[in-house]
């Protein structure tokens, strides 16, 4: 398999073929994940610690699960009762975590680049679950095999996403990913919502939901990031949705056979009609958070091959 790394941090060091080994290798997690039995030995022996510093419920869970799925002790530490509550610094955490031999590190934090600061501290293999504004690689990883297992494949599609794409992370690992396999990508958005010189990124970007639907295999929807913001930056929730939320009218301009996506958690009557979220026929939101389980645990396998390999075979765990 093609997949070389150390660390997952972030989609934009991955090759097309390293992120095809990823979702080739999640196929058979699904499969695994459908049986009675869910069980693998693949982490056998090895630690996994959970560190979440921002609130999370799907993604934590899922890394909780893929982990224990395949056999690895799972520790989830209470980041709120941390010592970084009591003054203590991320690199002091680092190296006292390192001291205790982990082997697997998942990670959220506010701050872009926090993740690659403790991937440099520390001996295990680091995922990034989320940082900052920066990157969510997995949440683009799932996205893609959803989009893949639906659609048939993961090149020259029509891609809409929507919403408050500046204060999203999962916005810019997925237009990284999805450009990597030869996408065509839409943004689509208020101004004040959208990163200055987005276009270099080789998106079209729309303020207009019909004209930037027109034609699209996938829409994509984002939560509005209301933690991140820091001033007006739409009029109002109800205006908001009128222009950029998606209900049936809005849809109808998209392909018939189209999907819709979100990454959750949904504001229904915001970003999306009810109605559409639910619809089993187009919304493959649920299809999404299993395959946030089988990608995760697709993503820790691989690390952990590369782990035993730079370990030499007087460490390999048997």
Request: glycine letters at 8%.
């Amino acid at each position: 398999m093609t997949f070389r790394h150390r660390h997952l941090l972030g989609i934009e060091p991955l090759r097309p073929e390293e992120i095809t080994t990823i979702l080739d290798l999640a196929e058979k997690y699904v499969d695994l994940n459908r049986q009675p039995v869910k069980r693998s030995k693949v982490l056998k022996g090895l630690t996994q610690i959970n560190m979440f510093f921002e609130a999370s419920t799907r993604t934590q869970a899922s890394f909780e699960i893929a982990g224990k799925r395949l056999g690895a002790d799972v520790m989830n530490m209470a980041m709120q009762a941390s010592s970084i509550k009591k003054g203590e610094t991320l690199i002091d955490t680092a190296l006292t975590l390192n001291a205790m031999h982990p082997d697997l590190i998942v990670m959220r934090h506010p701050n872009s680049g926090a993740v690659n600061l403790l991937a440099e501290k520390v001996n295990a293999a680091v995922l990034n679950a989320g940082d900052g504004k920066h990157e969510h690689p997995t949440q683009a990883l799932l996205d893609a095999l959803t989009i893949r297992r639906k659609k048939g494949r993961l090149h020259r599609l029509t891609i809409a996403i929507c919403g408050d794409i500046a204060h999203s992370r999962v916005a810019r690992s997925n237009l990284i990913l999805l450009g990597k396999m030869e996408n065509r990508v839409r943004l689509i958005g208020p101004p004040t919502l959208m990163p200055a010189k987005i276009e270099e990124f080789g998106v079209e970007v729309y303020d207009d939901m019909r004209a930037g639907l027109e034609g699209a295999d996938v829409v994509m929807m984002l939560r509005l990031q209301k933690e991140r913001m820091d001033g007006g930056f739409i009029p109002s929730e109800r205006e908001y949705y009128h222009r950029f939320g998606l209900d049936a009218e809005k849809l109808s301009y998209a392909k018939d056979d189209a999907i819709v996506m979100h990454p959750g958690p949904m504001n229904r009557g915001v970003e999306i009609d009810g109605v559409i979220a639910d619809d089993i026929n187009r919304s493959v939101i649920q299809e999404q958070v299993e395959m946030g389980v089988a990608v995760r645990m697709a993503a820790m396998d691989l690390l952990a091959r590369n782990l035993r390999e730079l370990a030499g075979p007087k460490e390999v765990m048997v």
